[in-house]
């Protein structure tokens, strides 16, 4: 049987209906199938990156010795604007230099997506590729996430709508999820997989930047909040929103997995190839009506599914809502 923590937990207190990500030590396959992985709710696996040799081997001094002169994009805790290029980093240093400054005190600074294995490909026999769980790993891009603490990676869900195992090591990560249908009620920018939302400290009652004046309909979203620990492995089904932030500077290892459907595959196909560069012409062209219009739709949005709950009546978006989802 599997070992279960937090299943029957109290929903966490704060501005937000969140209840805690259900924890077990192991899960056999089927059992993760069935309840986690078709049902697509997210889970935390205590033990399954335990017997890795990086569970042990990999720390700070060890990565700055093989990549530490390696140069890494950087980027700081200010939420992205209308017109701010995808994942443009704000500074640029060495790794060595970056881990040094996290520990020094100069802390709220993050990496994204950093190929470490490239550089270092080594480090890829220092784990085992969990195909007992899933398939369709994408194992030529296996990604670290490193940051400060204090730093943060503001809410958004991943474009390819991969499943991810997402491994904890140094340092504890706070983490917030929605499934992925609870886009309008977070406030989704179109043709972005961003929310217009700062959901920053969302644990701490007294400093979050949550406002439900502003963001009304977050008061009907429904999600998940966990801390995950040094070997804790997070499982989040593709599509869901995150939000995560440093309690400790540490780092992170993503496996992906493609999703198995043929309808998934194109969805995450159209986010890539269609939404994305819809996008970037639409800012280039026209940056100001581009995001006018897009700051009226995103509040009409959630507006229908705020009158939704007040009327329940059924709710339905149009089929171009369906399209760009």
Same mark, same amino acid.
């Given at each position: 049987?599997?070992?279960?923590?937090?299943?029957?937990?109290?929903?966490?207190?704060?501005?937000?209906?969140?209840?805690?990500?259900?924890?077990?030590?192991?899960?056999?396959?089927?059992?993760?199938?069935?309840?986690?992985?078709?049902?697509?709710?997210?889970?935390?696996?205590?033990?399954?990156?335990?017997?890795?040799?990086?569970?042990? *081997?990999?720390?700070?001094?060890? &990565?700055?010795?093989?990549? =530490?002169?390696? @140069?890494?994009?950087? !980027?700081?805790?200010?939420? #992205?604007?209308?017109?701010?290029?995808?994942?443009?980093?704000?500074?640029?240093?060495?790794?060595?230099?970056?881990?040094?400054?996290?520990?020094?005190?100069?802390?709220?600074?993050?990496?994204?997506?950093?190929?470490?294995?490239?550089?270092?490909?080594?480090?890829?026999?220092?784990?085992?590729?969990?195909?007992?769980?899933?398939?369709?790993?994408? *194992?030529?891009?296996?990604?670290? &996430?490193?940051?400060?603490? =204090?730093?943060? @990676?503001?809410?958004? !869900?991943?474009?390819?709508? #991969?499943?991810?195992?997402?491994?904890?090591?140094?340092?504890?990560?706070?983490?917030?999820?929605?499934?992925?249908?609870?886009?309008?009620?977070?406030?989704?920018?179109?043709?972005?997989?961003?929310?217009?939302?700062?959901?920053?400290?969302?644990?701490?009652?007294?400093?979050?930047?949550?406002?439900?004046?502003?963001?009304?309909?977050?008061?009907?979203?429904?999600?998940?909040?966990?801390?995950?620990?040094?070997?804790?492995?997070?499982?989040?089904?593709?599509?869901?929103?995150?939000?995560?932030?440093?309690?400790?500077?540490?780092?992170?290892?993503?496996?992906?997995?493609?999703?198995?459907?043929?309808?998934?595959?194109?969805?995450?196909?159209?986010?890539?190839?269609?939404?994305?560069?819809?996008?970037?012409?639409?800012?280039?062209?026209?940056?100001?009506?581009?995001?006018?219009?897009?700051?009226?739709?995103?509040?009409?949005?959630?507006?229908?599914?705020?009158?939704?709950?007040?009327?329940?009546?059924?709710?339905?978006?149009?089929?171009?809502?369906?399209?760009?989802?």
């Amino acid at each position: 049987m599997n070992n279960v923590h937090a299943g029957a937990a109290p929903r966490v207190k704060g501005p937000l209906s969140l209840q805690p990500v259900e924890t077990v030590d192991h899960i056999a396959p089927l059992d993760f199938k069935y309840n986690y992985y078709d049902k697509q709710v997210p889970l935390v696996i205590r033990d399954l990156a335990k017997s890795w040799p990086a569970y042990n *081997k990999w720390n700070w001094d060890y &990565f700055k010795k093989i990549v =530490g002169h390696k @140069t890494v994009g950087i !980027y700081n805790n200010v939420k #992205s604007d209308a017109y701010s290029p995808v994942n443009k980093a704000d500074d640029y240093t060495t790794f060595g230099n970056y881990i040094d400054m996290i520990n020094g005190g100069n802390s709220e600074w993050r990496i994204f997506l950093f190929n470490i294995f490239r550089h270092a490909p080594q480090t890829l026999s220092d784990f085992t590729w969990p195909d007992e769980l899933m398939k369709g790993f994408i *194992k030529r891009v296996p990604m670290l &996430f490193v940051g400060g603490k =204090g730093s943060i @990676t503001h809410m958004h !869900y991943d474009i390819d709508l #991969s499943h991810v195992l997402h491994t904890q090591f140094a340092g504890k990560k706070q983490v917030l999820l929605f499934p992925h249908h609870e886009q309008h009620k977070l406030y989704r920018k179109p043709f972005e997989v961003l929310s217009l939302v700062d959901f920053s400290y969302f644990h701490d009652a007294e400093k979050n930047h949550i406002d439900l004046k502003k963001f009304p309909a977050l008061k009907h979203a429904h999600g998940y909040s966990t801390t995950l620990d040094h070997g804790d492995t997070l499982f989040m089904p593709g599509g869901y929103w995150h939000h995560m932030e440093y309690a400790g500077s540490g780092f992170a290892m993503s496996l992906r997995a493609m999703q198995s459907t043929l309808s998934g595959k194109m969805h995450a196909l159209w986010n890539l190839v269609g939404m994305r560069n819809i996008d970037t012409l639409m800012k280039k062209a026209a940056p100001v009506p581009w995001y006018l219009w897009k700051e009226r739709t995103l509040y009409e949005n959630a507006n229908r599914t705020i009158q939704h709950y007040h009327t329940h009546e059924p709710f339905s978006l149009s089929n171009i809502d369906h399209l760009f989802d």
